[in-house]
DNA sequence: GTGAAAGCGCTAACAG
DNA sequence: CTGTTAGCGCTTTCAC
């Protein structure tokens, strides 16, 4: 036990819970207790140990703490893109929702592919977060095993139980999208166009096409097949598609897309062709994102409860992880968003 | 040493390092050599190993691996906001970067506060992350002075070295903004506006603003203070600024935005006023995000390069993460988008 | 209400 | 190339 074997390097070491426990002239349980839960230690006690704390500026290490207690504070999120807005204010929500209980959010993007997901769900378990939360319930069985091996406790967003034994805290994309396609309807379009996204391995896209589908059967309105359009989530896709749409024969009228990016682009789509909208063609969207009232004319389109998601799934999650009892799912309602895109069927 | 002192309860442990070298033959050592360094074992070793792990589906614990390495294999970035684009790119550029060197990326977000971001980076450290990735050099002391206590290597995004100390990975943001005035007063205008996001604690926006009143002095146009504004970086903000600009007296005939948010929102004000773009007003952005072609007409702006920033701050922090010695800063160039939301000023 | 002490799972000298 | 052996800093029984 060579002490100062090394006197001239000053050791750049962070100050540990002993040397708090030492100033404050108490042992390391007592500082880990009075950091911990201040309620089991005596106020004097407690006072002298924040002084020391303060003194020595310290900060209890991570990997300590995380291999003593086997928690990390930690949760983390997948989902498949930051670029546009989609997410971002459901993440914010969820971060807000874990801050305030002391537990960061590590977010992770999948790139809409189910290959990529898995990789980072693997990646997320072996940072050891306490919970998981992802976008969408379709994905490999292989996923969600490896969730269920970790028995880490996790939650569905955007999606509704229907199709999913998993806990799930979103709302019903097939309702919402019906809703728009009544919409649509009522305003007397009978040709009416669908622009979604990729339905692969996406529940929310396939629940929104089978909600407009259904309306327009119930209608009475014949889906001709060339009308079913679905393309990846971005602007210049959405315009393609439009393009596409709108320079066959049998132009729509109308034409419904899975999300406001694609509404945005197929709106670019009908400048480009010199198709005025709403008065030749009628445009609606879906998220109700900032895009949809940048663009001109504002997107008709859906609201959806992003940031009540993001917080009810920071709350549910740390329920389940600290309670150990699974939450039951939450479905929240959506709105109808109506805006110039969409108009009545001009007499032509 | 009582073994199966619990006969009953199946322990729900997962296997460790140890489980691994029992049925691998193996020492502890071996193991994590095998994993961290499999160069320095015989390949044989390496294949019983692997071999072993693959039966018990081990992963490394992460508390564990901290503790002992003192690494987190962790990056922070804090950003000051996920609702709109600007940040993505990089944000998405750097996570590819880093997650190809195996290290996870932690986001933030400081809402535009100096507080908050500095809370933030206080959690970060706590974290145990071994760098940081800032946006923009303009902070309080109290922040340097937390990452300079820890000595955790940092690099600052989106600005250049002029007014700071520390490593920085960006673009000159005045001669940038001061290439959109040169275009602007190319065209003939003389009434111009300036709507910036807000200078407090921005480097950016100041040299951004500075860039174009220095091209507009030496062009011997004449300033109005009132043409010199500021507003939060929201579409709602820049359209209500465009509306005091273009109702006060002596209308400007061109307004250079702060960002592609603000010019879009700009646009939006435009359009309510009845003002035509660009025939009776010029609007430029900065950015070149998506929205900027997702508005009518298509957005003027500067094209900035993102992905390039993130991948070096990811390479940049993860040489001086490994190496320890701290990297030179980059400056990387921009690029003038010209669209049509700028036009040649009309004779009236 | 507090202290002593036993690990949590891993890495890194150091020997061999 | 591999094994032995100390810890890394913290939480948590278990006594007192």
């Not at 005596?42 to 303060?54: G, M, N, S």
């Not at 379009?189 to 929310?204: F, L, M, W």
């Not at 709108?246 to 062709?273: E, F, Y």
């Not at 001109?296 to 992880?321: E, F, K, N, Q, S």
């Amino acid at each position: 036990m060579t002490e100062d074997s090394n006197p001239i390097t000053y050791s750049r070491r962070f100050p540990t819970i002993e040397d708090v426990a030492r100033l404050a002239g108490v042992s390391t349980a007592t500082v880990s207790r009075s950091l911990n839960s201040p309620a089991r230690v005596r106020e004097a006690t407690r006072q002298a140990v924040e002084a020391a704390v303060k003194e020595l500026g310290y900060t209890p290490n991570f990997g300590g703490q995380a291999l003593a207690s086997n928690r990390t504070n930690t949760v983390g999120a997948i989902i498949p893109t930051m670029e546009n807005a989609i997410f971002a204010r459901a993440i914010q929500a969820l971060q807000e929702t874990l801050a305030a209980r002391n537990v960061t959010l590590l977010v992770a993007t999948s790139q809409y592919s189910p290959a990529r997901e898995e990789d980072q769900i693997r990646t997320l378990l072996a940072r050891g977060v306490d919970g998981v939360v992802l976008i969408g319930s379709e994905r490999p069985a292989s996923a969600y095993e490896l969730l269920d091996a970790r028995g880490v406790p996790f939650v569905i967003l955007w999606s509704a139980p229907a199709n999913t034994p998993h806990v799930t805290i979103g709302f019903d994309n097939a309702s919402a999208a019906a809703g728009v396609a009544l919409r649509v309807v009522e305003m007397g379009h009978r040709r009416i166009a669908v622009i979604s996204g990729i339905t692969r391995d996406n529940d929310r896209a396939q629940a929104r096409v089978a909600g407009i589908v259904a309306v327009l059967e119930n209608a009475g309105i014949p889906i001709h097949p060339a009308y079913l359009t679905e393309c990846p989530y971005s602007l210049n896709d959405g315009e393609a598609a439009a393009i596409r749409l709108l320079t066959g024969t049998d132009r729509p009228t109308a034409i419904i897309c899975g999300n406001d990016v694609l509404a945005a682009g197929a709106l670019r789509g009908a400048r480009i062709l010199g198709i005025d909208v709403p008065g030749e063609l009628s445009i609606t969207g879906f998220d109700d994102i900032e895009l949809a009232t940048a663009v001109y004319p504002p997107l008709a389109t859906v609201r959806v409860p992003h940031r009540r998601m993001g917080a009810a799934a920071g709350d549910c999650l740390m329920r389940w992880i600290v309670e150990g009892k699974r939450p039951e799912s939450i479905t929240l309602p959506t709105e109808f968003m109506d805006r110039e895109s969409l108009g009545k069927l001009r007499n032509t």
